[in-house]
Structure formats: C-alpha cells, structure tokens
C-alpha cells in the first residue's frame, strides 16, 4: 500500500441506530456552534479568545444534543 493511501472501510449504515432528538423524536440535526470565552489570564496568548464549539441541534425544536457536549466544558 502506497504511503499516505489509507483502506476505506465499507460501513452498512442501515445497522446502525438513528438518533432522535428527545424533545421531539426529529432525525434531523444541525450543525450549530456554542461560543467559549477564554479569559486574557490563562489564554496561551495573553489575549482574549473566543474558542466556537461545534454541537448539533435538532432541525425543528432546537434542543442541542446533549450527549455529545461530555467533556467540551459546557452546560446548558
């Protein structure tokens, strides 16, 4: 195989499950972003920084994806 060149890995995706949003059962997401502000003191800077996160909303009520924010520090 050459370098660089990775196998492409065939996935059935009819096996897999389909998320739905737990508000309304919509399979349709979004892709939105939350917006983090990092404080002049400990941004590696020395300067303000605004860090997006990119979370996944649902296509109809909004409700964010809850179960993909573990780990990113945010709450909502």
Do not use: H
């Not at 996935?11 to 990092?38: G, H, Q």
């Not at 860090?51 to 964010?64: A, M, R, T």
């Amino acid at each position: 195989m050459k370098q660089g060149m990775e196998k492409q890995l065939q996935v059935d995706l009819s096996k897999a499950d389909t998320m739905k949003c737990k508000s309304c059962e919509n399979t349709i997401f979004i892709p939105s972003f939350i917006l983090k502000r990092l404080s002049p003191l400990v941004s590696p800077s020395g300067k303000e920084a605004v860090i997006p996160v990119q979370v996944y909303s649902c296509g109809s009520c909004g409700e964010v994806v809850k179960s993909l924010l573990s780990g990113t520090g945010v709450e909502l």
